[in-house]
């Protein structure tokens, strides 16, 4: 087959994503250097107290919301696989259906649940007369951030469902496993290809979110709103330079690094 | 058919939770747009001022976004059929490392790709202020799920043998590409063309930095509506977007069930 060839059908792809992606990264990546700190700014993320903090509340946001998000599209996915009954088509088509939805959304749809005029204050003020309004607060980004992971987790763990051998699992109850321990020993083992690689994209999103916080609150202290604070209030370039620089490759590592794992399992166990 | 224990209508129970969770916030908002005070709930009456007021208000976000998405297809398409079929036929190290290049954009935050966007070619002028400036990015970050859907049917069906069938009766290469492996692959260019389009209508994260007073796409245009006007017009304009968004959502689920489907009714 004619290399030339194919050099030449992947040569447009390869330039409009060096000039547009590559070099202006390598150029953030300089500017994020260019200033009044030169290259300790990249370390200012972990030295200076406030960027730490919102680093670490970032992480542990996006952790929390993963850990949560994986256990219920775990329940719900695994659910809906192996069950049959008239509602599923329906219910699957609406667990998948806010896929798309741009972080914005995400965010409206958390003001409607739990804002100023939300269902949940509706409520809470019906039962206890105090209105529970946590819209606008990391609760409210935890909520919006659950909301906008759990469709695209439950496909990815519905797909790796379907592949599962239900016989091990009727093996397993046949020898006596409790529902507990099939789930433990069984299921959980089988689909964690599938947890790994929808967990990193969990994660990855959460952290590098920005429309969700942005309509909430600008106040809620997490990197991507310190980020964009730096660059338009501040006009801080650098400093908002180097962190974008950061926060993107401590995604783009996660997401490396979760492909490996699951790829290598996926193959130990094909 | 199974007997249905406790174990069943938990889980339906809390599979229903979660539906709730994530579809009641929606009705709710499709219903706060249409309503004439939403604090006094569904008896102030429904109306269509919101809607109209969002149409007259915002007309121009929602002209920019359908443009916007459709530059962004034609563009995913011309850079990335391509690109698929190069990567599914040359199966070396290089290729993973272009597969693996591309996706970047999706796992880089928008934020990230947008500042790099506005150091490297904000200071010419022209191009910083036009839809243009919008369209790179939005292209950047759509081109993988192209490339991925069309990879994977490229992958799926035997390319190599349909191409080799071909060229043994004399097709030249821009023959079987267009007509040997462009309808092979019309599921994948159809499913990678549908995520291109809801994606760039969505897309916010990287719009807010690229955009400017002139160039508002509809994201842009909401999160205006939602930090400045009342929660009935805000909901109005999310209603507008859902109208626009829904048709794609399921043609996206219809497209990615067709095949299935077709190849079992085949088998």
């Given amino acids: 087959m004619g290399h030339p060839r194919l050099f030449f059908l992947i040569l447009p792809a390869g330039i409009v994503f060096t000039a547009f992606f590559l070099l202006p990264l390598a150029q953030l990546f300089v500017i994020g250097a260019g200033g009044k700190d030169g290259l300790a700014a990249y370390a200012a993320i972990v030295v200076d107290r406030n960027y730490r903090a919102s680093l670490v509340a970032t992480v542990l946001l996006s952790a929390g919301v993963t850990i949560v998000t994986l256990v219920i599209s775990g329940i719900v996915g695994v659910f809906l696989t192996r069950n049959r009954f008239r509602l599923r088509p329906a ?14 959304v995400i965010g409206f749809m958390v003001i409607m649940l739990a804002g100023r005029q939300g269902i ?30 759990i469709p695209r987790t439950i496909l990815t763990v519905m797909a790796a469902a379907e592949k599962l051998d239900p016989r091990i699992e009727e093996a397993a109850r046949a020898l006596g496993a409790s529902p507990l321990r099939v789930v433990a020993d069984v299921i959980v083992p089988g689909l964690k290809p599938a947890f790994l690689a929808a967990g990193a994209i969990c994660f990855a999103t959460a952290m590098g979110a920005f429309g969700t916080a942005f309509t909430l609150a600008t106040r809620i202290n997490v990197l991507p ?3 964009y604070t730096e660059f338009t209030d501040q006009a801080n370039i650098a400093m908002a330079a180097a962190l974008s ?26 | 058919m199974r007997r249905r ?8 129970g809390f599979t229903l939770l979660v539906c709730a969770f994530l579809i009641v916030p929606v009705v709710l908002s499709m219903l706060a747009g249409v309503t004439v005070n939403y604090q006094a709930g569904l008896e102030s009456g429904l109306t269509l ?9 915002y007309r121009d976000t929602i002209y920019l976004s359908v443009a916007l998405s459709l530059a962004c297809l034609v563009c995913t398409l011309a850079l990335g059929v391509p690109a698929a079929y190069v990567l599914a036929r040359a199966r070396s190290a290089w290729a993973r490392t272009i597969e693996e290049l591309l996706v970047m954009p999706v796992a880089v935050p928008g934020l990230a790709t947008a500042l790099a966007l ?19 990015g939005h292209v950047l970050f759509t081109l993988p799920f192209m490339v991925r859907a069309v990879l994977a049917v490229m992958n799926a069906i035997d390319l190599k043998t349909l191409e080799e069938g071909a060229a043994s009766l004399g097709a030249s290469f821009r023959q079987r590409f267009f007509q040997v492996i462009l309808p092979n692959c019309r599921s994948g260019i159809l499913a990678g063309s549908l995520m291109v389009v809801t994606l760039s209508m969505g897309e916010f994260n990287m719009t807010w930095l690229l955009h400017t007073p002139l160039t508002k796409t509809l994201p842009v245009g909401l999160a205006d509506a939602y930090a400045s006007l009342r929660l009935e017009i805000g909901s109005a304009y999310t209603l507008v977007f859902f109208v626009m968004i829904v048709p794609l959502l399921v043609a996206i689920q219809w497209a990615a069930r067709e095949p299935r489907r077709r190849r079992a009714d085949e088998a």
Avoid: K
């Fill in chain 1, 225 to 227: 709103m310190v980020i």
């Fill in chain 2, 49 to 57: 001022r919101w809607v109209e007021q969002v149409w007259e208000g």
């Fill in chain 2, 5 to 12: 224990g406790g174990l069943f209508w938990f889980q339906l």
């Fill in chain 1, 91 to 104: 219910l699957t088509a609406m667990l998948t259906f806010p896929l798309a939805f741009p972080g914005v």
């Fill in chain 1, 245 to 270: 620089f950061i926060l993107g490759a401590v995604t783009w590592l996660v997401l490396a690094l979760a492909r490996t794992a699951a790829g290598s399992s996926v193959a130990a166990a094909g």
């Fill in chain 1, 120 to 149: 949940v204050g509706d409520f809470t003020q019906w039962f206890t007369g105090e209105r529970l309004v946590f819209a606008y607060s990391m609760a409210g980004l935890f909520m919006g951030y659950v909301y906008f992971s």
């Fill in chain 2, 118 to 136: 506005i150091v490297a070619y904000g200071t010419w002028g022209g191009f910083r202020t036009s839809w243009l400036f919008i369209l790179v």
